[in-house]
């Protein structure tokens, strides 16, 4: 196959999606397809991947590089569409969690290349706080198939959909040797991604182990990672005198190092696609706490075997089952070990047997995509009613889609979650 995987902001981050989308690429080729790794290319920004990319993998951006490129669109999108045909793929799957989608039936639209969507976070998340369901619907009635990560989320799609998705976790390889933990006089609590606290809630973990550290004075905790809100938890840090017991060592391309040296795993997100950080660090027999109404994590993290889940997301909630397996080692070293058994359903030949299957299912559509069964109205008065039509059946005549016409105040408003608003009013 030819096969083309769009991951959009390969360039700008390197988070779990982007890893994910290198890996998958890696992968297929090693399996002998002919793999294109397209991805979004900015203008006065990084131009360049920054997550390893196998040098025998093609990648390709598609090149958004003018920062007025929305009055430029047409080009743009006729940029993108000569790019993609120039592959001559089979298959074109985009990776994605936000409204870059809607772009891509556009792109495609008489290429005659089949469309697989591959969403990777809480449908319900994408809806309401990444994109919409209004045109986000639109543009998965447009893919030929669909992925999501977990069965959970296949409710939270229209049924009309139901039939084309597949379900598909993550591969996470195991590690290569298990860590001998050894008592040892220093504990360590670790916690890793993208400091963004309105999803990640590592300000959550600070205020719960600043609970904790009058109990437990040998533990220390360990936040990996980096992004907008490192400056936040410089200030928490300060702010429950925490300087002598926890590290920011940044982000790091040798988390295994960090997973060996460490005693329990906590994850305090809001909502994850996967959680792939707490599957790696299952994979080193470390037992994790997260918030059991956190989707991605309360399906990883299977309560009193392989972790711990927090009834209610606080941090009083939070310390207290953090304290449960900070005071008990047995019970640590038997979690760890489960987890390392659970972890196994992620192993990586037989999550990419799954994904070569879903994308030579898409490929079978060739000739008859969902794209060219679209019928477009051929004349102005037939396209005015479609389009009145479409107008009719929004939530509002002039509902708006995009951040940039949001107020920046309203923005920061909805980024910084109340907790800390009242810290530093």
């Not at 003018?66 to 000569?82: G, V």
């Not at 309401?128 to 198939?145: M, Q």
């Not at 490929?363 to 479609?386: H, I, S, V, Y």
């Not at 009145?388 to 929004?394: A, G, K, N, P, T």
Request: with cysteine; proline share 5%; charged share 25%.
């Amino acid at each position: 196959m030819r096969i083309g995987l769009v991951v959009w902001n390969l360039c700008l981050t390197r988070g779990g999606l982007e890893r994910v989308g290198a890996e998958l690429a890696d992968a297929m080729h090693a399996r002998g397809h002919d793999v294109t790794l397209f991805y979004v290319a900015h203008h006065r920004m990084a131009t360049k991947p920054l997550t390893r990319i196998n040098p025998a993998v093609r990648s390709l951006p598609l090149v958004f590089q003018d920062y007025k490129w929305r009055r430029n669109m047409d080009f743009q999108l006729q940029l993108a569409r000569d790019t993609i045909a120039a592959c001559s793929l089979d298959v074109l799957a985009m990776l994605i969690s936000s409204d870059g989608l809607l772009l891509f039936p556009s792109i495609l639209r008489g290429l005659g290349v089949p469309f697989l969507v591959s969403e990777h976070n809480d449908p319900r998340i994408i809806n309401t706080e990444r994109w919409n369901g209004y045109e986000r619907h639109a543009c998965l009635y447009a893919a030929d198939r669909i992925h999501c990560l977990s069965d959970h989320f296949v409710q939270f799609y229209p049924s009309f959909l139901w039939e084309r998705i597949s379900v598909i976790p993550n591969a996470v390889p195991q590690a290569v040797c298990q860590p001998s933990r050894i008592e040892k006089k220093e504990k360590v609590l670790l916690a890793a991604g993208r400091f963004v606290d309105k999803h990640k809630q590592f300000s959550l973990l600070l205020e719960a182990f600043a609970l904790l550290t009058g109990r437990f004075p040998e533990w220390r905790l360990i936040l990996c990672g980096d992004g907008r809100d490192k400056w936040l938890y410089r200030r928490l840090i300060r702010r429950f005198s925490l300087s002598a017991c926890v590290d920011l060592p940044g982000m790091t391309d040798d988390m295994p190092s960090f997973y060996a040296k460490s005693d329990l795993f906590c994850i305090p997100s809001r909502y994850e696609g996967f959680g792939l950080v707490t599957v790696e660090a299952a994979t080193h027999g470390l037992p994790a706490v997260g918030f059991a109404g956190c989707p991605g994590v309360n399906e990883v993290i299977v309560h009193e075997e392989s972790g711990l889940l927090a009834p209610a997301m606080n941090a009083e909630s939070l310390a207290e089952q953090l304290a449960a397996l900070m005071a008990d080692s047995a019970q640590r070293e038997s979690m760890g070990r489960r987890a390392l058994e659970l972890s196994t359903r992620f192993e990586p030949e037989s999550v990419y047997d799954r994904w070569e299957d879903l994308l030579q299912r898409t490929t079978a559509c060739k000739g008859n995509t969902r794209l060219q069964q679209a019928r477009l109205p051929e004349n102005e008065e037939d396209r005015c009613e479609f389009a009145f039509s479409e107008i009719l059946m929004r939530p509002s005549p002039f509902v708006r889609h995009d951040w940039s016409s949001t107020d920046k105040r309203e923005k920061q408003r909805w980024r910084f979650p109340n907790m800390l608003k009242k810290i530093f009013k």
